[in-house]
Structure formats: structure tokens, C-alpha cells
């Protein structure tokens, strides 16, 4: 069974940081993508950041540029998101995600197979 495993999440103030990490565990599976999403109470899911082994692209949500950095290891198939400058409205569980299929683009959540169970990140102001 293949499961991501989140890490990294808190209680920060605001103009603050943060850094999730994600990881498999269980069997060994092949990655194209991982990706970041998140999900604020009262909220549907949202797409945060993503990114692609092939050609190294990487995708942001609007709401996240310039202030979040996803970088990770194709060879471990693990990823991280670099949050700086927070603010409260970040405030949401987040989630990590893999998909085995190659994509264009990443932000829809159907993109994606496997899921973590999510990591809170509150942002006091």
C-alpha cells in the first residue's frame, strides 16, 4: 500500500515560516508529479504548488508566488514546500499528493493517486 507521509506543519505568527516535507512509505511507486494542497475550514480543497520531474516545472497558486518554494528528489520521490512571509488566511490543513501520470499543467485535484492525511498550519495574526 503506498501512503505519503506529511511533515513540518505548526503554529507560526504571521511574516513567520514554515517548511513541510512529504515522503512515501510503504511500496515503492513511480512519480511524475507531487504537489501541495490545502483545505481551511468551511473551504473547499485548494491547489497550492506543485512539481513536475520532467523539465523540472513547477506551478504555484496565485495566492502563494513568490512567498512559497517547492523543490524535491525524483530519486526519493519526496517534496517540500518552503512557506515564508505567512499570513492567517494560510491558515488550513495541507496535504501532499503524487500522481503517476505526466500532466501539462497540476492543479486539479483528479490529477493526482496517492494523498497524505494532511498537516495543520495556523497562522496567528
Known amino acids: 500500500q503506498v501512503q505519503l507521509v506529511e511533515s513540518g506543519g505548526g503554529l507560526v505568527q504571521a511574516g513567520g515560516s514554515l517548511r513541510l516535507s512529504c515522503a512515501p512509505s510503504?511500496?515503492?511507486?513511480?512519480?511524475?508529479?507531487m504537489g501541495w494542497f490545502r483545505r481551511a475550514p468551511g473551504n473547499d480543497r485548494e491547489f497550492v504548488a506543485a512539481?513536475?520531474?520532467?523539465?523540472?516545472?513547477?506551478e504555484y497558486a496565485d495566492s502563494v508566488k513568490d512567498r512559497f518554494t517547492i523543490s524535491g528528489d525524483n530519486a526519493k520521490n519526496t517534496v517540500t514546500l518552503q512557506m515564508n512571509n505567512l499570513k492567517p488566511e494560510d491558515t488550513a490543513a495541507y496535504y501532499c499528493?503524487?500522481?503517476?501520470?505526466?500532466?501539462?499543467?497540476?492543479?486539479?485535484?483528479?490529477?493526482?493517486?496517492?494523498w497524505g492525511q494532511g498537516t495543520q498550519v495556523t497562522v496567528s495574526s
Open positions: 499528493a503524487a500522481s503517476t501520470t505526466i500532466w501539462p499543467f497540476l492543479k486539479r485535484s483528479d490529477q493526482y493517486d496517492y
Open positions: 510503504g511500496r515503492t511507486f513511480r512519480v511524475n508529479a
Open positions: 512539481i513536475r520531474w520532467t523539465g523540472a516545472y513547477t
